[in-house]
């Protein structure tokens, strides 16, 4: 089967902007999976979870009928409000939906939020008690000074599996460890908490990272997770800032070589396979 890509994503500027993208930024363009499929084949990569980018209902029965089409993808993490009230209905509607199978966890951009402790309000917590109810997971695309909160949130809903996007975007570029390293330790004591190595190449410096500027992050993230928690994602098409797509697979490759074939097999498969139900 490959290695499971578990963090990438697509979109069509002329169905949706992605407001995100500023003006003059390579990201503003189409990005498909036309595009991706030959960089995944050639990186040894045979299945893929697209994770959604804006906060717009319409955009995650796209991306199931986008799963349903495309072989590679194996599984959607998609979006939605978390606060609605008919939360748990309407994650049995999505999963109803053509391609509705492939719905393995939900995503917001807890980033973006003015408050830090947005996913410790009860509206939020509620939400998320249906996702785990769902059989769902819950993916964190957080900022480094967040992570207090989401091993807050983690504690209090062991039902629930978190999902660490991007490691929770450590200061790559100044390099800086702490306190990131020391709240990313404190999540992965959790149980109920995954990362992904996924994300890194863009929190360095875009034109002059090395490897060696990015090893400290991984290498936390491998001694606190462990293989067995711990997935790699390309994060692609973000990636392109820093880093082409064999670029981000081989420096994976590179932080895992001294593991094992079986840690290495958790890493690049098998911790995605078993998380998302894959």
């Not at 003059?24 to 999976?33: A, I, V, W």
């Not at 404190?186 to 500027?213: F, I, Q, R």
């Not at 711990?230 to 994060?235: A, E, H, K």
Request: hydrophobic share 45%.
């Amino acid at each position: 089967m490959g290695a499971v890509d578990a963090h990438h994503h697509v979109w069509d500027l002329s169905v949706r902007d992605q407001d995100w993208i500023a003006e003059d930024s390579p990201l503003r363009r189409d990005f498909t999976m036309e595009d991706l499929a030959p960089q995944a084949r050639a990186a040894g990569v045979g299945r893929t979870v697209l994770v959604q980018t804006v906060t717009v209902p319409e955009e995650t029965p796209e991306f199931l009928t986008l799963a349903a089409r495309y072989e590679p993808i194996a599984g959607v993490v998609g979006w939605t409000d978390l606060t609605r009230a008919d939360i748990a209905d309407e994650l049995a509607r999505l999963r109803e939906l053509p391609g509705g199978e492939y719905l393995k966890g939900i995503r917001h951009q807890v980033q973006g939020e003015p408050d830090p402790a947005w996913l410790l309000r009860p509206d939020v917590r509620r939400g998320l008690a249906a996702v785990a109810e769902a059989g769902l997971v819950y993916d964190l695309i957080v900022l480094a000074y967040q992570l207090p909160a989401c091993v807050e949130a983690a504690q209090s809903l062991p039902q629930l599996t978190f999902v660490l996007d991007h490691l929770g975007k450590p200061s790559i570029a100044s390099g800086t460890l702490e306190p990131w390293a020391s709240d990313l330790r404190s999540l992965a004591a959790l149980p109920n908490t995954v990362g992904k190595l996924s994300g890194l190449v863009t929190e360095a410096d875009h034109a002059s990272w090395t490897p060696e500027d990015v090893r400290p992050y991984a290498d936390t993230a491998l001694e606190a997770f462990g293989p067995g928690r711990l997935m790699f994602g390309s994060d692609w098409p973000v990636c392109t800032l820093a880093a082409s797509y064999g670029q981000v697979m081989s420096l994976a490759q590179e932080f895992t070589a001294s593991l094992d074939t079986d840690e290495r097999e958790q890493v690049f498969a098998g911790t995605a396979t078993r998380v998302y139900r894959l």
